[in-house]
């Protein structure tokens, strides 16, 4: 199965309730919004990249338990970014004050907010294009440091703010660098 993307702004513009309203309403249905108004049905996931997701949260919990530094999300969080979209990475950590300094309720709905780190895992049921143009997106809206990983070609980009993408061949060892002190990820 495909990406859906549904132009609904010549029709309706979603206000940032209703598209809330509209993911609780449809709760089996992994849904985004862009910038644009474009409303984008993600397909899911099949065991294989079911399961290398877990492993990269759960390698992210453990660091991030051990250091107490932030606060991680699975692809089920949507994060509401400052150009207007509404996007759910497969995995995200949020620095620990940036966190505490939003109030109960933005932190109960859609954080009002980008991720300092986030991992896309590019599964078989995704073009690499729009995971890329989705990964931009996140660094012009402030995030620190980002990695694509895409098994069928054996790479992993990795996004930083201000730099350009690093392309790097598989089997690597990854650094959170100056955004995760400490954390590595073998990939």
């Known amino acids: 199965m495909d990406t859906v993307v549904l132009n609904l702004d010549p029709i309706v513009h979603l206000t940032d309730e ?33 399961n290398q997701e877990a492993g990269l949260i759960t390698d992210l919990e453990i660091w991030n338990r051990q250091t107490k530094l932030g606060i991680v999300f699975s692809s089920s969080t949507i994060f509401r970014l400052p150009n207007g979209a509404n996007r759910s990475p497969d995995a995200a950590w949020v620095k620990l004050s940036r966190w505490k300094a939003l109030t109960l309720e933005e932190r109960k709905k859609f954080p009002p907010l980008t991720p300092d780190f986030i991992i896309e895992l590019r599964s078989q049921s995704h073009r690499l294009k729009p995971l890329q ?26 996004y930083r703010k201000g730099l350009p993408v690093q392309v790097i061949q598989m089997p690597v060892l990854l650094s959170g660098e100056e955004v995760l002190p400490g954390f590595q990820l073998q990939v």
């Open 133 to 158: 143009d989705k990964m931009e997106e996140y660094i012009e809206n402030g995030l620190r440091l980002g990695w694509l990983i895409n098994p069928q070609e054996q790479q992993v980009e990795i």
């Open 18 to 50: 209703q598209f809330y309203q509209l993911c609780m309403a449809n709760k089996d249905l992994n849904l985004e919004l862009n910038a644009q108004g474009e409303l984008i049905i993600v397909p899911p996931v099949g065991g294989e990249s079911g």
